[in-house]
């Protein structure tokens, strides 16, 4: 699986963005796709996943009720929707596809990753 992340940029404290990520191959559906982010000096850090079917989702603490993890297997797309954003939400933002049927939130559960798309808030 090959994932190619877009849709980051700088935006206001208080605003919005939605990433996606896009990904090849014909198995996407049956992979766990996540989201993690990784600010300057700081671990790579979770941030959502979803499960292959859509009905197991699960979110970091610092950003449940902002952010929203969506995928459209017939696309072979996965989203985050970013509403209110914080300067604390500044990071390169990861997709990440891992096998098996569990939404798990750790980095080392997953076995392909995006190169990233910089997200910047302003305050």
């Known amino acids: 699986v090959q994932l190619q992340a877009s849709g980051g940029g700088l935006v206001q404290a208080g605003g919005s963005l939605r990433l996606s990520c896009a990904a090849s191959?014909?198995?996407?559906?049956?992979?766990?796709m996540g989201w993690f982010r990784q600010a300057p000096g700081k671990e790579r850090e979770f941030v959502a996943a979803i499960s292959w079917s859509g009905g197991s989702i699960r979110y970091g603490d610092s950003v449940k009720g902002r952010f929203t993890i969506s995928r459209d297997n017939a696309k072979n797309m996965v989203y985050l929707q970013m509403n209110s954003l914080k300067p604390e939400d500044t990071a390169v933002y990861y997709c990440?596809?891992?096998?098996?049927?569990?939404?798990?939130?750790?980095?080392?559960?997953?076995?392909?990753w995006g190169q990233g798309t910089l997200v910047t808030v302003s305050s």
């Open positions: 191959g014909r198995t996407f559906s049956s992979y766990v």
């Open positions: 990440a596809a891992g096998r098996g049927i569990i939404v798990l939130m750790k980095p080392e559960n997953y076995d392909y």
